[in-house]
């Protein structure tokens, strides 16, 4: 029998293995053709570019409109915007003999070329292959380019604005001019496609490629390939991934009845199962007990998890009712965990998740339930204590605990934490109840400034009901134009000219009268209103300065509303509508806007200076500042945060800030301008620093757009107040 068993088994094994070698081969042979049709579609893309180009620039038009009479509008219409409308090029550049860009078209719309300066070294890549002899330059990164017969031409395969692209350039040449010195010395056209989810979806539909993608995080699924995108200078500027097809399934289902037939006569065997039933039903029995902690603990930190905690929260209420000791809960949320996954990674996420775990379960009572309820959630039950103050002591140094810098790899990582608190009492009715009061709380404690904790009391019920109606009523409002905008000064650092002002938003409640932006903006924001408030606010805006022709008109714009993929269309629609000059309107933005949101509100800001309009990075130093996003979005001014302009008369540090910024604006040529300015001792300061514009109630309290209007016709209509005391302290 053992005998019988050993051949059965020799003679499966021979099967198994011969089918997935010959699976494996199968498999290999597809990659390595997929990867050959993909290599020769990305050079047929580029030849193809090559060839949209050839038809713009080869002309005899081209020829007279860009090399002999100088015609920029007529290279924007029919180079620019026919190479984007009709083949989907997004930048157009048309470049002198001299290597000078006479235009440089992003999609349909002509945009500054000094604002390409970072990406000039491309540029210049490519017109040197496409300007050297020919025996040089016949080969590229896509396919051999060599003379044409009516122009010369290279394409290549680089990275261009730090993301994969394919380059077409041809040089202008006359019918006829074929020879390498002509070449050298045209006008060239420069057309690039950035290798984005289109490109990559038009390749997969004619090659079959499943799920083929550009891979940024370098972690792929199992059964997926990379193919590494290499430019001519043989360095890696991006990594395609895909599934391949699997052709060695086949093999394995045709020798499926074989092994089917073989495993039959096995069943024989089956006898000798008997003898291991008994250890298979420890083993089972033992499973059971790990599914059952697994099904009520968190799977990342090992914590309980929402339902073990229902369970426990339910006979922690049952308790109290039946009068044993009084007991809490607390709900622990994690601030600005989400930029941390967004700009680190979920690994790094995860990582923190775990460390937060171990310092709640080392900062609180033994008798205390701590779990992991949601993604950045978490609960704790403490039992035995009512006292309010004593709840708020141990919920501060769980924060403190929180709040102490983590060290995750390379990354020193500080977040903070805010906690609702909700007493078990013998009037508790049931979980639902509790965790709806801690979550109030909870609110609370964000809504006065996060980092804190706060108890619930029967006040916050009334408050949610307040809040829900300032909601209801705030989407009235908008719908009824039933809000104003008033405006803010920003003078010159003399203090005595006017050069742009602020849009500030306004509500007058019928009942509860003036409602502060601090508090009708998050509701917008949290309810969703803030896209609809942040247009009318943009219009009406718009609508005003357009009063105003000799001065610069700033509007805020939220986060939420500058993520939305219709933003830029929002703007240059409003700005059509209304007749407003684009050039006059700035929007300002704060540094949270551009956390995990990196590339699409660079090319969103792209897109804004197309337009022609001004972008500020507002409440500069207050957030997460990184001369990274200095250098890589093209802002034309920095705002300096009223608290350290409130600081400079009493912090040196504060002032030390202050200049730091001034010369970093400077260096970057950007404007500096400086918000809150109150006393004549700041105004002093600030001057001498070099700031270049302030606002403050110095210059003017927020106003009606008559007052703008008036202040501008009789500028003697408003003084400041002389009486400057010199600051005795070093800058």
């Not at 029967?458 to 104003?484: H, P």
């Amino acid at each position: 029998m053992r005998a019988v068993s050993i051949l059965v088994a020799f003679a499966i094994v021979c099967v198994v293995v011969a089918a997935v070698t010959a699976a494996r081969h199968a498999d290999e042979m597809a990659l390595a053709t997929e990867r050959q049709l993909l290599s020769r579609a990305l050079q047929s893309y580029g030849e193809r570019m090559q060839r949209e180009v050839e038809a713009v620039a080869s002309t005899e038009a081209a020829y007279r409109k860009i090399r002999l009479d100088l015609d920029l509008d007529w290279m924007q219409f029919y180079v620019g915007q026919r190479l984007h409308s009709y083949f989907g090029h997004h930048f157009v550049f048309v470049m002198d003999a001299s290597a000078q860009i006479l235009i440089a078209a992003l999609g349909d719309r002509r945009a500054d070329p000094g604002w390409f300066n970072s990406v000039r070294g491309d540029l210049d890549l490519a017109l040197g292959q496409l300007r050297a002899p020919i025996a040089e330059s016949s080969g590229n990164a896509l396919a051999s380019a060599g003379p044409h017969t009516t122009a010369h031409g290279i394409t290549s395969l680089q990275s261009f604005l730090g993301r994969p692209a394919i380059l077409a350039a041809v040089a202008v040449t006359n019918r006829g001019d074929g020879k390498s010195i002509e070449a050298s010395q045209a006008p060239a056209v420069i057309a690039i496609k950035m290798i984005d989810g289109d490109v990559l979806s038009e390749i997969a539909a004619q090659l079959h490629l499943r799920n083929l993608r550009e891979s940024s995080s370098g972690r792929l699924a199992p059964d997926e390939h990379i193919f590494p995108l290499i430019n001519q200078q043989g360095d890696q500027i991006a990594t395609l991934t895909w599934t391949p097809n699997r052709p060695g399934a086949e093999i394995i289902s045709s020798v499926v009845p074989s092994i089917a037939v073989t495993l039959g006569s096995f069943a024989l065997l089956a006898a000798m199962v008997l003898a291991y039933m008994r250890h298979t039903a420890a083993t089972i029995a033992s499973g059971e007990t790990r599914l059952r902690h697994l099904a009520m603990h968190d799977y990342l930190c090992e914590l309980p998890n929402r339902v073990s905690f229902s369970e426990r929260l339910e006979a922690t209420i049952t308790h109290v009712r039946e009068g044993g000791l009084p007991a809490a809960v607390l709900c622990i949320d994690l601030d600005h965990f989400k930029d941390v996954n967004d700009t680190l990674g979920h690994p790094v996420g995860d990582e923190l998740i775990r460390a937060v775990a171990q310092r709640l379960i080392s900062t609180s009572s033994k008798t205390d339930l701590v779990a992991r309820i949601g993604g950045d959630e978490f609960a704790l039950i403490a039992s035995g204590e009512s006292d309010h103050t004593a709840l708020l002591n141990g919920a501060n140094r769980l924060i403190n605990a929180i709040c102490a810098p983590y060290l995750i790899g390379n990354h020193t990582i500080v977040i903070g934490a805010s906690i609702g608190i909700a007493v078990i009492n013998t009037r508790t009715t049931g979980s639902s109840d509790i965790m709806r009061h801690a979550d109030m709380a909870l609110y609370r404690a964000k809504n006065e400034g996060r980092n804190r904790a706060c108890v619930y009391d029967s006040a916050m019920d009334s408050d949610l009901v307040k809040r829900k109606q300032i909601e209801t009523d705030l989407r009235l409002a908008i719908e009824r134009n039933e809000l104003k905008l008033v405006y803010q000064p920003i003078v010159n650092n003399s203090g005595e000219t006017i050069i742009g002002v602020e849009a500030l938003c306004r509500w007058t409640h019928p009942v509860h009268g003036e409602v502060p932006p601090s508090e009708f903006v998050p509701i917008a924001e949290l309810s969703g209103m803030i896209t609809d408030l942040g247009e009318w606010v943009l219009r009406r805006a718009c609508i005003d300065g357009d009063a105003w022709p000799d001065i610069i008109v700033a509007v805020n714009v939220s986060p939420l509303q500058f993520r939305r993929a219709d933003f830029v269309d929002a703007v240059e629609r409003i700005v059509t509508e209304t007749g407003f000059d684009p050039t006059r309107l700035e929007l300002e933005v704060t540094e949270s806007t551009l956390l995990g949101n990196v590339d699409s509100a660079e090319l969103a800001m792209f897109r804004l200076k197309a337009l022609g309009v001004r972008l500020a990075l507002d409440d500069f130093g207050t957030g997460y500042s990184s001369l990274l996003y200095l250098r890589r979005f093209p802002f034309d001014k920095l705002k300096i945060d009223r608290t350290f302009v409130h600081s400079i008369e009493r912090a040196a540090d504060a002032a030390a800030i202050v200049h730091a910024v001034v010369s970093l604006g400077r260096g970057l040529g950007m404007k500096v301008t400086a918000e809150g300015v109150e006393t004549a001792e700041q105004h002093l300061f600030l001057r001498a620093a070099g700031i270049h514009s302030m606002q403050g109630y110095r210059f003017g309290r927020p106003g009606p757009a008559a007052d703008i209007s008036k202040r501008l016709a009789l500028p003697d209509s408003f003084r400041i107040s002389d009486d400057i005391v010199p600051l005795t302290r070093a800058g």
